[in-house]
């Protein structure tokens, strides 16, 4: 069974992420989202189970689709569900550059190959980041979000 992991902070899972999922999924027999609890850099995240929930009511009706929260490496979660495959979304050539250099170490440390897919040109500005500003100064942001 191929296995992969889509593993972010998803504060809030935006039609961005929900986009990459969709084109993830024909790759695997299995797709667990991999929400982040622990992230030392984002001290002020919502909840990691209301985020988490908020992904599972998205894809509800998908039976190979599975949310879980994790702590610690990404490699190690890949491992510890059985996936072979991390799944990163870019939108830019920074992202590609972050990307890059984790990707050689859950390659070289974990044996574990990451797959980048390509954010489609007119969601190249959504990110979690800016979606949560925009909300913070009262701007509606439901298109943003995934449903």
């Known amino acids: 069974m191929r296995t992969g992991v889509f593993v972010g902070t ?3 899972f935006t039609v961005g992420h929900e ?3 969709n084109r993830a999924l024909p790759l695997f027999d299995k797709l667990v989202i991999g ?3 622990d992230n030392v850099n984002k001290p002020n ?3 990691a189970e209301q985020r988490a929930d908020a992904i599972r009511q998205v894809f509800q009706q998908r039976a190979d689709i599975d949310v879980q929260i994790y702590t610690g490496l990404a490699m190690d979660f890949a491992k510890s569900v059985g ?3 991390i799944v990163k979304g870019v939108r830019s050539v920074s992202d590609f550059e972050h990307e890059q250099w ?3 170490f859950n390659r070289r440390l974990g044996g574990i190959e990451t797959v980048l897919l390509y954010c489609e040109p007119e969601l190249a500005s959504v990110s979690s980041s800016a979606v949560r500003e925009l909300a913070h100064f009262g701007v509606d942001v439901s298109e943003f979000l995934a449903k």
């Open 35 to 37: 929400v982040v609890g």
């Open 83 to 85: 996936a072979q495959f």
């Open 45 to 47: 995240m919502s909840p």
């Open 10 to 12: 998803f504060d809030p």
């Open 102 to 104: 984790q990707a050689d």
């Open 19 to 21: 986009s990459i999922v």
